[in-house]
């Protein structure tokens, strides 16, 4: 499997992938894939990365600016990430997660945040516990991960394509 930045010609199949994965899921508003077209348009796509297998287009993997109590100090938000559903559980999420992070780290990023199910980005580092808020989301599953020693600590904003 390959992962590499996304390109224009990947935009109509990073739609349909995302749409496809979110579907079934009791939490999706339905706007993912509008979400990172947003993104992209108004230039808050920071990273965005597609797993490619057998010349098909199986995964893809956003990051967007975040700030805390209204700052901007490094800190990226991740997803939407979406593998697609006849593939799922084959390790596409995890290599595109792993994959963002260490080209986050290597752009000197502070940190990332998201908000997810603990289950599954623990894994990876992230942890829920209080310092970051999201509306009256609980706070477990608002999650981070610093690249560095410092903490986040406050309220969480994303970019204006997932706001
Ligand atoms: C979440 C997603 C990107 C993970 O990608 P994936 O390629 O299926 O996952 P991987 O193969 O890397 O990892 C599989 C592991 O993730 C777990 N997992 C997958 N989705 C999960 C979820 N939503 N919550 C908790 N665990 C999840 C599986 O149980 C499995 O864990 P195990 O190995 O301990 O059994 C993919 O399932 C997906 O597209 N889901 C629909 C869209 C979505 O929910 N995106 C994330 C929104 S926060």
Redesign the pocket.
Known sequence: MEIRPENSSDYAAIERITRA??AP?PFSEGNEAECIAKLRADGDLTLSLVAIKDAKLV?HIAFSPVFINDSFDGWCGL?????SPEA????????LIKEGLERLRQMDAAGCALI??P??YSRFGFVGDGRLSYRNLPARIVQWLAFNDTKPSGVLRYSPGLE
């Open positions: 994965a979110f899921m995964g997803g939407p990430v979406s593998a799922q559980r084959t390790g596409i999420g995890s290599a997810g199910d289950a599954y």
